[in-house]
Every structure is written in C-alpha cells, then in structure tokens.
Nanobody, 124 residues
C-alpha cells in the first residue's frame, strides 16, 4: 500500500528553522516526483516546492525562494524540506505528495498520493 508520512512540523519563532521529512512506502521513489504543498486556514492549498525523480531539478514558489531547500534520499525513501527564515505567513499544514513521472509539473491535481500533513506555526 502506497503511503506518505510527513513529520517535523512544530511551533517556531519568527526567523526560525524547521526540517520536514516525507517518508514514503509502497512505491519505488526513483520513479516519482515529490511536491510539497501547504494550506493555511481559509486558503487554498498551494505549491511550495517540487523535486524531480532524480533530484536533479527543483522548483520553488516565489514566496519561499532563497529560504527553503528541497532534497531527497531515494535510498531512504525520504524527501526533505529545509525551511529557514520562517515568517508568520509560512504558517499552515504542510503536505508532501507524489506524482508518477520524472519532472516537476504545476498543478495540485497532478499529484495522486498525499500524506496526512504536518502543522507548521510561526509566531511573530
């Protein structure tokens, strides 16, 4: 059974850092692009970052460029999101999702498999 499980969320002060992990099971991660998304209360889910199946290509939302970094370790079936310089507007539930294919593509709808999410709260 294919599963994704996020961890690493928490409450941090303005300017703090967190590293989120997305552990996958039931799939060969070599064939999947992984996206990170977030959803704040009352807002739509938005894409934060994406990493291609090989790890050779990454994408970031403009709002997080220069502060967040995505990486993956396929041998450990894990994808990471390092978040630095956190701001209150980064608050939300963060989800990882898997898309079968080599390249990052825009669109929440492209992703077939989702984790349950982890809460990130940044205090001002």
């Amino acid at each position: 059974q294919l599963q994704l499980a996020e961890s690493g969320g928490g409450l941090v002060p303005l300017g703090g850092s967190l590293r989120l992990s997305c552990v996958t099971s039931g799939l060969n991660l070599d064939y999947y692009t992984i996206g990170w998304f977030r959803q704040a209360p009352g807002k739509e889910r938005e894409g934060v970052s994406c990493i291609s199946s090989s790890g050779g290509s990454t994408k970031y939302a403009d709002s997080v460029k220069g502060r967040f970094a995505v990486s993956r370790d396929n041998a450990k079936n894990t994808v990471y999101l390092q978040m630095n310089g956190l701001k209150p507007e980064d608050t939300g539930v963060y989800y990882c999702a898997a898309d079968y294919g080599p390249y990052c593509q825009d669109g929440v709808w492209r992703y077939d498999y989702w984790g349950q999410g982890t809460q990130v709260t940044v205090s001002s």
